[in-house]
């Protein structure tokens, strides 16, 4: 039988890990895009307003109550605006690029 890794050993592998992915490019994007967001406040408010709308939006779903026409609508043009802001839709690219590589890198720490 193989030695037991350490505690140790485990945050070890794991601050690699953390290093690689910090190096990766998918990262780098990420991060790039993320800190131009903190910079971009009409991207941020497009961005709060869609979602906290999104959110209002399922706990009705779940709640049963029905969806207005009007909140549709309200939604309808909350992904416009978001649609039309160039750095939001980099950061759905760059998300999903990111996330991409988590789900790959789960995948492989993950024991079967």
Known sequence: MPDTPTTQAVLDAAAQLGQLLAAHPAYAAFSDVMARLEKDTDAQRVLTD????????????????PI???DKHKLRDLQAAAAGNALLREMQTVEMDYVDLMRQVDAKITPK
């Open 50 to 65: 869609l979602r906290r709308h999104q959110q209002a939006t399922a706990e009705k779903e779940r709640a049963g109550q």
């Open 68 to 70: 207005e026409v009007s």
